[in-house]
T-cell receptor
Framework: SQKIEQNSEALNIQEGKTATLTCNYT??????LQWYRQDPGRGPVFLLL?????KEKRKERLKVTFDTTLKQSLFHITASQPADSATYLC????????????FGIGTKLQVIP | KAGVTQTPRYLIKTRGQQVTLSCSPI?????VSWYQQTPGQGLQFLFE???????NKGNFPGRFSGRQFSNSRSEMNVSTLELGDSALYLC????????????FGDGTRLSIL
């Protein structure tokens, strides 16, 4: 069956360092992958979308890579700040046409001042 | 532009009752998706509506149903509530169906006693 794994439940990192979060998937051939940020008590907020034919996407301090051979996406936050502390979710389309997105359980990132 | 609005924010029900949750999408968005979020399972896709038609459905029992109105507003209904239905129910809207980032509301926290 289809499965998404995110690297750990919690990741602690020192302010100013680069945070790297991992999203692995099995039994999928997604056309695209998305990353969302979720703060406690709030809904997820869309950050980046990367298509299967794109290797890398950047937005300000954020960078996403998508390796369809390894079945993996990496999400990087450079020069991390305490305000980046949140849970980060990866999501893959699973229907090839309609909005049927499957989310990973998320990685909780804590940036320590 | 107003974001996705979900009402109510909190709801307490008892087993066997039924509940209706409401979602107003961003103006101009025609696709509305519903998700259930629990600590152990993460975000689970319930269904998507587009132009008043259910386009996709997740793996949930028939007690979970929804509908979409001509103004794109959507409602979700859960009948014969069970303790396991306690969760955060999130609604997300997008301009079109398919390859689109989703904009989430802050959810309805449903507690079953």
């Amino acid at each position: 069956s289809q499965k998404i794994e995110q690297n750990s439940e919690a990741l602690n990192i020192q302010e100013g360092k680069t945070a790297t979060l991992t999203c692995n998937y099995t039994n999928y051939s997604p056309a695209y992958l998305q990353w969302y940020r979720q703060d406690p008590g709030r809904g997820p907020v869309f950050l980046l979308l990367i298509r299967e034919n794109e290797k890398e996407k950047r937005k300000e301090r954020l960078k996403v890579t998508f390796d369809t051979t390894l079945k993996q996406s990496l999400f990087h936050i450079t020069a991390s700040q305490p305000a980046d502390s949140a849970t980060y979710l990866c999501a893959l389309d699973s229907s090839g046409g309609y909005q049927k997105v499957t989310f990973g359980i998320g990685t909780k990132l804590q940036v320590i001042p | 532009k107003a974001g996705v609005t979900q009402t109510p924010r909190y709801l307490i029900k008892t087993r066997g009752q039924q509940v209706t949750l409401s979602c107003s999408p961003i103006s101009g968005h025609r696709s509305v998706s519903w998700y259930q979020q629990t600590p152990g399972q993460g975000l689970q896709f319930l269904f998507e509506y587009f132009s008043e038609t259910q386009r996709n459905k997740g793996n949930f029992p028939g007690r979970f149903s929804g509908r979409q109105f001509s103004n794109s507003r959507s409602e979700m209904n859960v009948s014969t509530l069970e303790l396991g239905d306690s969760a955060l129910y999130l609604c997300a809207s997008s301009l079109e169906t398919g390859l689109q980032p989703q904009h989430f509301g802050d959810g309805t926290r449903l507690s079953i006693l």
